[in-house]
């Protein structure tokens, strides 16, 4: 049935936005393009005296490019990822997680140890570009790379379960392991379960994970797990929620409605939404032992949680009405990911099912976005 009959059967509008082949616009996608990605798929932090590059940003960068339907720029994040991060292939090497300027001004990989929560966004994002575009190179590409951080990312923890390290090397010393846990999204976990590897067992630590280490409602950046002892503060970064952990409420926020593990995270985080709540801004720390809060969180924290503040309309508004009062420039790298995640779900540009699989808003749908 044509699409050109959606004014009549108004059923059918999500599937003709589907079945549409552009996408519709997303300004802050293309002022994020204008502010951080180089014309050859370098997504870059200029923030930082190097100007450097981080698997993170080209993780995030090619999400955005695929809610987008931008293959061209999802083409070059990766082609420069693999090239410049992975020695040319990405099935055979975890990604360098820093690349930059070196203090003799070589453009260069600056710390070649992984970072697991961009591997696995990377893995994500081609697997769903694989099917979304209908590419077996993507999906073969990312099912490999998924693969090899199950090999080397994951370890079968004593009293915990099958666990994702934040990388490949540091983060195990004398029964002790320091985990991260806005590492760990739960859709992505959801997406990987169909999948050969620890997947499916990682769901319920990965609950676990996100349950047990926010006893005040309120998520670390850093915490650590000991076998005789169980959660302990991080040795570096004791009890502190904060650039890390906004990301947790993020994910959470995101899990589809019916997905069995939503109700559980949005209760526990009750307090940190109750705050914000109160206070018209998110807190930029919290103490994660005790409850308490100090500073205001940047405009990023406040797009972070409008998944999360879904069902309350008055939060919720307030923290729209912040962003858009105080737009970003072009130095702000991290919070403009916040927001092109937060915002662009808020305004419904895209969706996770209850399988963790994307459900982009491709086509006029999105014309009605508030």
Not at 244 to 250: N, S
Request: overall charge neutral.
């Amino acid at each position: 049935m044509a699409c050109g009959l959606k004014r009549l059967l108004p059923g059918l509008l999500l599937l003709c936005a589907f079945s549409t082949a552009a996408a519709c616009e997303w300004p802050a996608w293309q002022q994020y393009k204008q502010f951080y990605i180089s014309d050859e798929g370098r997504v870059i932090d200029p923030s930082s005296p190097n100007r450097i590059s981080t698997s993170e940003g080209q993780s995030y960068g090619m999400f955005f490019a695929l809610v987008a339907n931008d293959r061209p720029t999802f083409d070059k994040l990766l082609e420069w990822t693999e090239n410049n991060l992975s020695a040319g292939d990405l099935s055979a090497h975890l990604p360098a997680w820093q690349w930059g300027k070196d203090d003799k001004n070589h453009w260069k990989v600056l710390d070649s140890n992984s970072a697991s929560d961009a591997d696995l966004w990377i893995a994500y994002d081609l697997i769903e570009a694989g099917r979304l575009w209908h590419s077996r190179r993507y999906q073969t590409l990312g099912t490999l790379l998924l693969q090899r951080i199950g090999r080397e990312e994951v370890a079968d923890i004593p009293g915990l379960g099958p666990m994702l390290l934040p990388g490949k090397t540091g983060f195990v010393a004398e029964n002790r392991w320091r985990l991260n846990p806005s590492y760990l999204p739960p859709q992505l976990l959801a997406r990987f379960a169909s999948l050969n590897g620890p997947w499916r067992s990682m769901q319920q630590t990965g609950q676990r994970l996100l349950l047990e280490t926010a006893p005040q409602g309120f998520s670390p950046d850093w915490v650590a797990w000991q076998a005789t002892k169980g959660w302990q503060p991080d040795p570096v970064k004791p009890d502190v929620g904060s650039y890390d952990a906004i990301r947790v409420y993020l994910w959470a926020g995101m899990l589809a409605d019916d997905d069995p593990h939503k109700a559980a995270l949005v209760k526990q985080f009750q307090p940190m939404t109750t705050l914000t709540a109160r206070l018209g801004v998110p807190p930029e720390k919290a103490d994660t032992a005790s409850g308490k809060t100090t500073g205001n969180g940047p405009v990023g924290f406040s797009a972070a949680l409008l998944p999360l503040l879904a069902a309350q309309p008055d939060a919720l508004a307030v923290q729209r009405q912040r962003i858009k009062d105080n737009p970003l420039g072009n130095d702000a790298y991290f919070n403009a990911s916040l927001v092109l995640f937060g915002q662009g779900w808020d305004q419904q540009r895209y969706r996770f099912n209850r399988q963790g699989e994307l459900q982009p808003s491709w086509g006029s749908q999105c014309v009605t976005l508030n």
